[in-house]
């Protein structure tokens, strides 16, 4: 189903692709107009591609440009860099990121949220935006708050979640989603060559990778 509007809320330039970009490009394919709030440019990321072209000094750059690239090959046409540090998130008074999430949410009324699954997934900068953002949601009237979709990747996570009940078929815009890959090249390099030697291959190999590139699920989540 086509969204008036999507807000996605990640810490990191990629966790828009890796985590939702098959979600992500879906709906910007189906007419959506999509707002990623990225909160920081990863400049902590150990990551330096592969061989390197990055360092310390270069990397907030470059990674920014890589999510520009990202954004594009999405559709994702409204990319606010909200300018935290890297692993910082977990330090800032919880109501600062609220406060910001609060006004995304009353400036655009998005339909449907993307976020991480608070409590599910790992990292403290995901945590700590994760929560934030589910509580600007719950301040919002019953009637205001937007669907929300979820993606969470802690170990245990099946365990206590159960499987995911948005299943989203991407197969129209897996190739939107591999270039957004791509374009992240500080971050994934060894997942890249592990594509396109499937594609390379061709056959079952190959059919297997667009397969997998062609579903994404996530779960949904009420505040
Ligand atoms: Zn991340």
Redesign the pocket.
């Known amino acids: 189903m086509m969204e008036r509007h999507v807000l996605v809320v ?3 330039p ?2 828009e692709t890796l985590a939702a970009g098959g979600a992500v490009a879906l709906q910007a394919k189906q007419g959506s107009t999509v707002t990623y709030a990225c909160f920081t440019l ?1 400049q902590m990321g150990r990551n330096m591609g592969k061989p390197f072209f990055a360092n310390r000094e270069t990397l907030p750059e470059i990674r920014e440009k890589e999510l520009h690239e990202a954004c594009a090959a999405l559709g994702i046409s409204d990319l606010r860099m909200m300018g935290f540090r890297d692993k910082t998130l977990e330090f800032e008074d919880p109501e600062t990121l609220i406060g910001i999430i609060s006004d995304l949410l009353a400036e655009l009324k998005p339909t449907l949220l993307i976020t991480y699954y608070p409590g599910y997934c790992v ?1 403290p ?2 945590e700590a935006l994760a929560a934030a953002t589910m509580e600007a949601v719950r301040r919002l009237p019953d009637n205001a708050r937007p669907k929300i979709y979820c993606q969470a990747f802690s170990r245990n996570h099946e365990t206590d979640l159960g499987a995911r009940d948005v299943l989203l078929d991407t197969s129209s815009v897996w190739e939107n989603k591999y270039r957004a890959m791509k374009a992240h090249k500080t971050q994934t390099a060894a997942r890249i060559e592990e594509i396109e030697r499937a594609l390379a291959a061709g056959g079952a190999q190959k059919e297997q990778m667009i397969a997998a590139l062609s579903q994404e699920n996530m779960y949904s989540y009420r505040v």
Do not use: I
Request: hydrophobic fraction near 10%; avoid cysteine.
């Open positions: 990640f810490p990191h990629d966790d990863g990292h900068d995901h």
